[in-house]
Antibody, heavy 126, light 107 residues
Framework: QVQLQQSGPGLVKPSQTLSLTCAIS??????????WNWIRQSPSRGLEWLGR?????????DYAVSVKGRITINPDTSKNQFSLQLKSVTPEDTALYYC????????????????WGQGTLVTVSS | DIQMTQSPSSLSASVGDRVTITCRAS??????LAWYQQKPGKAPKLLLY???RLESGVPSRFSGSGSGTDYTLTISSLQPEDFATYYC?????????FGQGTKVEIK
């Protein structure tokens, strides 16, 4: 059974960096059949995909244009986890942040975001 | 980006009703569509993927159909535990995008 456990601060000051970690159990961050995503949810933006990291003989990242230049998603193979860093935050980055696994079958087709973390409410405020 | 438009945004229904939610993509997404159920205070839960494939453990009263740009989630007989918000999501091309949600409420 895959479990994703999120950790990180719930309050970040404007202009600072938001940092969250998602610890994986029951799977590997280096899996060749998974991708590891960050999604956030707010009343104003709804569910917004932020980006992902995945390993296919080498590491790849995809990021949403809306946060590109401010976002970094990094795998940590030694701890079997992945992280989100979002720089220069503003109150508009206040949201409930989720990590989620995306699994791929042997033909390379995604089967959606099947496991999610518990969510972390991050408030950007001084 | 591919825009996902869900309708209706909310609906009221009774236990036992058949419920249909639609999702329209701004371009063809070749069945690369998932449906999620979210209850208050919980993360979204995957119900279906590839437009019509039921996730393991999901009751068979949930079904999906569609092609091209238009997709449908159907709940054949609404149960008390089905009152929640439902989202569609395309994974045809990044950035993955979600519909705005459909809240299913008790009539």
């Amino acid at each position: 059974q895959v479990q994703l456990q999120q950790s990180g601060p719930g309050l970040v000051k404007p202009s600072q960096t938001l940092s969250l970690t998602c610890a994986i159990s029951g799977d590997s961050v280096s899996s060749n059949s998974a991708a590891w995503n960050w999604i956030r949810q707010s009343p104003s933006r709804g569910l917004e995909w932020l980006g992902r990291t995945y390993y296919r003989s080498k590491w790849y990242n995809d990021y949403a244009v809306s946060v590109k230049g401010r976002i970094t998603i990094n795998p940590d193979t030694s701890k079997n986890q992945f992280s989100l860093q979002l720089k220069s935050v503003t109150p508009e980055d206040t949201a409930l942040y989720y990590c989620a696994r995306e699994e791929y079958d042997s033909s390379g087709y995604s089967s959606g975001l099947d496991y999610w973390g518990q969510g972390t409410l991050v408030t950007v405020s001084s | 980006d591919i825009q996902m438009t869900q309708s209706p945004s909310s609906l009221s229904a009774s236990v036992g009703d058949r419920v249909t939610i639609t999702c329209r993509a701004s371009q063809a997404i070749r069945n690369s569509l998932a449906w999620y159920q979210q209850k208050p205070g919980k993360a979204p839960k995957l119900l279906l993927y590839a437009a019509s494939r039921l996730e393991s453990g999901v009751p068979s009263r949930f079904s999906g159909s569609g092609s091209g740009t238009d997709y449908t989630l159907t709940i054949s007989s609404l149960q008390p535990e089905d009152f929640a918000t439902y989202y569609c999501q395309q994974y045809y091309s990044t950035p993955w995008t979600f519909g705005q949600g459909t809240k299913v409420e008790i009539k």
